[in-house]
């Protein structure tokens, strides 16, 4: 069992920065792959990065990629998701999520935390 908790959403200008924390408990953190989320209101939740259990693969949707910058630190049991150059359709809901095994998409993904919202304005 994995319990997530997300930190560090906020209001920010288009442009702006902002780096995303998960946290999780449990002795195994070091074992999941982790992905980041989002949900926009009215849309699906998409995809926006993995990262291996190592840390040593990554993956980023399209939209993301450049931009964005998924790590972790096992010691620490967390991740992070720093979001550069920020636009306006960043704006969503943000969530992390684990899976035994990384997937560059929204399946596979076993423990899910309540999420963070982030705002950009224009």
């Known amino acids: 069992q994995v319990q997530l908790v997300e930190s560090g959403g906020g209001l920010v200008q288009a442009g702006g920065s902002l780096r995303l924390s998960c946290a999780a408990s449990?002795?195994?953190?070091?074992?999941?792959?982790m992905g980041w989320f989002r949900q926009a209101p009215g849309k699906e939740r998409e995809f926006v990065a993995a990262i291996s259990w190592s840390g040593g693969s990554t993956y980023y949707a399209d939209s993301v990629k450049g931009r964005f910058t998924i790590s972790r630190d096992n010691a620490k049991n967390t991740v992070y998701l720093q979001m550069n150059s920020l636009k306006p359709e960043d704006t969503a809901v943000y969530y992390c999520?684990?899976?035994?095994?990384?997937?560059?998409?929204?399946?596979?993904?076993?423990?899910w935390g309540q999420g963070t919202q982030v705002t950009v304005s224009s």
């Open positions: 449990g002795r195994t953190f070091s074992s999941y792959a």
């Open positions: 999520a684990a899976a035994w095994e990384v997937v560059a998409g929204t399946e596979g993904y076993d423990y």
